[in-house]
């Protein structure tokens, strides 16, 4: 496959790159969290999105390698600010269903501890399919990654297939709402129930919540209005490269 063979070029040849995207408080804007994100700059074409790659990279399994590759340079670069004097705020990396699969909770501990983390500073965003393709080796991955300390969040929340009964047994801190639903609010009410049971049920199960792709301000004070303070969208802030998160962390308060 040749979309395969460019991936494994693109990882020895030091093409990818994250970008991290801001996790803003609507009480008082302040900077949270960051989702790293990959990007592929292949030469000669340009980027290539990772909703085209990643699901390639999932079916060979050369997401393991890949995968392991964002998590080690996402706490590379935690580490890396630390020792330029900064606060970093959690930096959260996407865990693909083959990945979680693959690894047991030391295999990412190890990738952590390699840069000297305290484990609260990373955070694994894994999907509910990701969940649900092996239930057993997936609670306990996620309750040894509890109990070491790394946060674990539901990413994509609401569009997979949990039961009210397992996601209650899902050791788990924060749930995500796909933006899915976001993107109704406030016009389609429906979105606006499912956006409001989510976060009444996280609030009720004790999980944080996110809001994802919030890109209006009607959105924002619907979320607010509701009690979800933390968001992720075009409104709050775009992905972008290290160098331009640095300066978000300088400029925190
Ligand atoms: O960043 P963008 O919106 O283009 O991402 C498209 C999709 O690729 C999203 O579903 C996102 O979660 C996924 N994605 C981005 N970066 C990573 C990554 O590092 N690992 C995995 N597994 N998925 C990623
Ligand atoms: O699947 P996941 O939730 O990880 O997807 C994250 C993707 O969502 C990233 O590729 C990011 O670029 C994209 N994204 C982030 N904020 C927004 C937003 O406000 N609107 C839209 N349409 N996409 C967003
Ligand atoms: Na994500
Ligand atoms: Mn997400």
Redesign the pocket.
């Known amino acids: 496959l040749a979309l395969d063979r460019d991936l494994r070029t693109a990882l020895a040849g030091g093409q990818f790159q994250?970008?991290y995207?801001p996790k803003v408080s609507l009480i008082d804007f302040s900077l949270e969290g960051f989702?790293?994100?990959?990007?592929w700059e292949k030469p000669g074409h340009g980027m290539i999105?990772?909703?085209e790659f990643?699901p390639v990279?999932?079916d060979t399994g050369f997401?393991v390698p890949?995968?392991d590759w964002?998590l080690d340079e996402a706490c590379r670069q935690l580490r890396a600010w630390l020792d330029d004097g900064l606060d970093p705020v959690p930096v959260a990396?996407?865990?693909?269903p083959r990945?979680l699969r693959h690894h047991s909770a030391e295999d990412f501990r190890r990738i952590i501890d390699r840069h000297g983390l305290s484990p609260d500073l990373v955070e694994l965003?894994i999907t509910e399919g990701a969940v649900m393709q092996d239930m057993d080796h997936a609670l306990e991955v996620l309750a040894a990654l509890k109990a070491m300390g790394i946060r674990v969040a539901v990413?994509?929340f609401g569009t997979g297939h949990s039961s009210l009964s397992y996601l209650k047994r899902l050791p788990v801190t924060t749930l995500k709402i796909d933006r899915s639903f976001v993107n109704g609010v406030p016009s389609v009410r429906e979105d606006n129930g499912i956006v409001s049971t989510i976060i009444a049920m996280a609030d009720m199960l004790g999980l944080d919540v996110v809001a994802e792709g919030v890109e209006k301000p009607e959105q924002a004070n619907f979320l607010r209005h509701h009690n979800c303070t933390l968001v992720q969208g075009w409104l709050t802030g775009r992905?972008v490269p290290a160098v331009q998160a640095a300066d978000l962390l300088v400029k925190r308060i």
Not at 93 to 96: H, Y
Request: without cysteine; charged residues 20%.
């Open positions: 994250l970008h995207q989702e790293a994100l990959l990007r999105s990772p909703g990643i990279a999932e997401i890949l995968g964002v990396v996407n865990i693909s990945h965003e990413d994509d992905p």
